[in-house]
């Protein structure tokens, strides 16, 4: 946690692809690499073992380290500067992650959004043909179709390698730069219909089976001569009611173009839902196999080959169209999101990691007051007090690349925009031993063009591909505080707490526009159904713990003069419309070099 650049923190609830969040990088850590499995449960707050080393070894030269001085930077942010004409150079490892969120207060895994206990034209409007003809042909009004059930778990990473090089400008002023190396990942396991219960249709078997699309075209043909027949008879009895076999006719008359109309009816719905009218193929999904909808489909056909034989039509000999063999399976589901047939055209809603180059920042800062030199080691608290301050400014580049329109959880390496932020930082120390700081920044986020689905619903997981819209996003504004209580235990080790608090304004997008869907129905698309992130504040509790070189060298009693740092922390409540759950660790190893002779600190 270096002074002068805050910790990664999130941007907000991005829109994109119809899963409106996305994590961003701001800080000067390097990220290290380690092995992943997805829990359920909060990500574990634990170091990892290479942590504890480095731990093992700091602790080990706190013991060799003479007791001096105002300890190490990188224990917590503090108001300190290189120094004149010296070089700060820092790279290091951070690693953030996240597998579930607070919405409104409520905490929830990642992947609930994909989390849907019925596939039915709510997720895929697409069905909503296949819903219509299926309930004309099986003759159950309430039939409700569906593909099954979709259980989504999902983890995103956030991993940076920065190099961050900061110059000091006399005793007071510092300049730095910060090149982020960023990979962004999310991490998916996706299951449908896991107890291969949850379906009623699926995909249907006349697809790429000329024999079932055969046998549909014979049963409609013959449904198609029966229903004409009906419908001559009826006309020809009524302007002869004396002709041959008229009277039976003429007494059900009433029944024989309820039934005529009837198989026109349903003749029309198994052409258009199982194929076979002029060779077609019919629909994607069909009802399956065994299912209530497929037998009533049968039992449909039965009842009105009874009715025509009743009334003396050609008997009908073709057997019902077949119903799908199988519920979907996650694979066969992949298709559906990537396939053009369906619509969506998404990428599979799988496992995705992207590199490349984060928001490159800019950033400089001034100490206005520093009394550290001048309080005593000992004596009256009063005497020992001191205070030290300093203000800065960063502003973000916004290199970073926003996440592809197709993906459905967004993985982008930035914000995509420019950002300035103004800070405090105000340390206050006894002694050399104790001491607080408290940062306190501001951040103004300039809007920028994003390219996003925008679906009817800010909730709807799965938007069509012709939903895709360029659009005007504008990130909710920062206010933020950190506090770091900080124990030096000697002139190589310094120990800080840390507590956060951060407040983000609401996002805003804007975009109209009027586009075609499959049908070629128009649907007018409008940004502002993303504007979901609206004000959230977080809360973050850890600690850092910091080992240096820097005095020892000065002393000529070390080769090089470096600091090393780990810290961790995590978000320990939320509230708002949207605050990802974070757990972050970082090592960062800062480098001293004067280029103009002499050494650095002196």
Known sequence: M?????????????????????????????????????????????????????FAFVLQALFRTPTAAQGPRGAGIDARTPGPGALSIVVGASWMRSPEEYRDGVLRELGAKFTIDSLGTGTFQSLASVQADARIASGLPGFEASLGALRTHARRSFETTPVTVEYGIGKRA???????????????????????????????PAIGTPSLIANNASLLSQLDAAT??????????????????????????????????????????????????????GALFVPL??????????????????????FGAPGISATAPIGSAAPLTTGAFQSVL?????????????????????????????????SYARATASGHWKARLWWRGAIGATVRLGTGALSDPAELIPVGTGDGQQDIELRSITDVGIGTRASVSLAVRYTQQASAEATLRIPDAAGDPFPEAFRTLTTTRSLGDEYAAELFPRWTASEALAIAGYYGVRRKGTDMLTGTASAADASGEIRALNAAVLTESGAS??????????????????????????????????????????????????????????????????
């Open 338 to 370: 990537t396939d053009s047939s369906y619509g969506v055209m998404a990428n599979p809603l799988g496992s995705v990691v992207r590199r490349g180059v984060g928001d490159i920042e800019v950033g400089g800062m001034l100490t206005v007051h520093d």
């Open 174 to 204: 510092a300049v730095s730069v910060m090149v982020p190396f960023v990979t962004s990942a999310v991490r998916v396991d996706a299951q449908v219909n896991s107890l291969r219960t949850e379906a009623n249709i699926g995909v249907n």
């Open 228 to 281: 004409a027949y009906v419908n001559a008879r009826v006309a020809s009895c009524s302007a002869n009611p004396a002709g041959a076999g008229c009277a039976a006719f003429n007494a059900n008359a009433a029944g024989a173009r309820t039934l005529a109309d009837a198989s026109k009816a349903y003749a029309a719905a198994i052409g258009t839902l199982y194929g076979g009218r002029n060779g077609a193929t």
């Open 537 to 602: 504040t977080e809360h973050r509790f850890g600690a850092g713990m910091a080992y240096s070189t820097v005095a020892a060298w000065q002393r000529g009693q070390a080769r090089w003069p470096i600091e090393v740092s780990i810290t961790h922390y995590q978000t320990t409540r939320g509230s708002g419309s949207l605050v990802p759950k974070l757990a972050f660790d970082a090592v960062q190893l800062r480098w001293y070099w004067r280029p103009f002779g002499g050494r650095a600190g002196k």
């Open 289 to 310: 196999a065994g299912s209530a909808a497929q037998a009533a489909v049968a039992a449909r056909l039965s009842g009105l080959k009874a009715q025509f034989a009743a």
């Open 2 to 54: 270096d002074a002068g650049k805050r910790q990664p923190v999130i941007a907000g609830d991005l829109p994109g692809n119809g899963a409106e969040w996305t994590l961003r990088q701001c800080g000067p850590q390097l990220t290290w690499r380690g092995y992943e499995t997805y829990s359920s449960a909060s990500p574990d707050a634990s170091l990892t073992t290479r942590t504890s080393f480095l």
